[in-house]
């Protein structure tokens, strides 16, 4: 399942002229896919994106921010809860989306905010408490992991979205 996903978001990466220094360092950043792909605590996170049939959405060339739960931060979560999610592709896609911003938005402008409207809709609480920034309850472990369309920031808890 990994390997369809990384295929279909390995396409984010644009063809650039090579007269244009900027596109081409830009094409050399791994997508979101691969970083993902590089970062093994990340592969339910994966494996739950092919399953939602977002492999789409994040192979499109525009900038997303993806606060990405580890799967630490999965294994957190009941099982009843995740297997209801698996059963239900929209309420899983709901999820998934709650943890995405449009554009790229760094750690220094993330610590600058208050709130952020999640591709699912409903925004996210961003709190900053001494080194620790926290979305939701979640802490950000790691922070700005670039890719050529986007930022992914590591998180220790799965986000929950309000009911709609």
Same mark, same amino acid.
């Given at each position: 399942m990994t390997r369809i996903l990384i295929t279909a978001v390995a396409a984010l990466a644009l063809a650039v002229p090579a007269a244009s220094a900027a596109p081409a360092r830009e094409a050399a950043t791994p997508s979101i896919a691969a970083v993902a792909t590089k970062t093994p605590q990340l592969s339910t996170l994966l494996m739950?994106?092919?399953? @939602?049939?977002? @492999?789409? !959405?994040l192979s499109n060339p525009g900038a997303y921010t993806?606060? @990405?739960? !580890?799967?630490?931060?999965? @294994?957190?979560?009941?099982?009843a809860t995740l297997n209801s999610l698996a059963k239900n592709p929209a309420a899983l896609k709901r999820v998934l989306l709650y943890h995405v911003l449009a554009g790229k938005v760094p750690a220094a402008k993330v610590v600058t905010l208050r709130s952020a409207k999640t591709l699912a809709g409903p925004t996210v609480r961003i709190r900053v408490t001494g080194t620790t920034v926290r979305i939701n309850s979640a802490a950000v472990t790691k922070a700005d992991v670039r890719a050529s369309n986007g930022i992914v920031h590591l998180i220790d808890r799965v986000l929950i979205p309000p009911a709609a």
């Open positions: 739950l994106v092919k399953k @939602a049939g977002l @492999a789409g !959405t993806v606060f @990405a739960p !580890t799967n630490a931060a999965f @294994a957190k979560v009941p099982k």
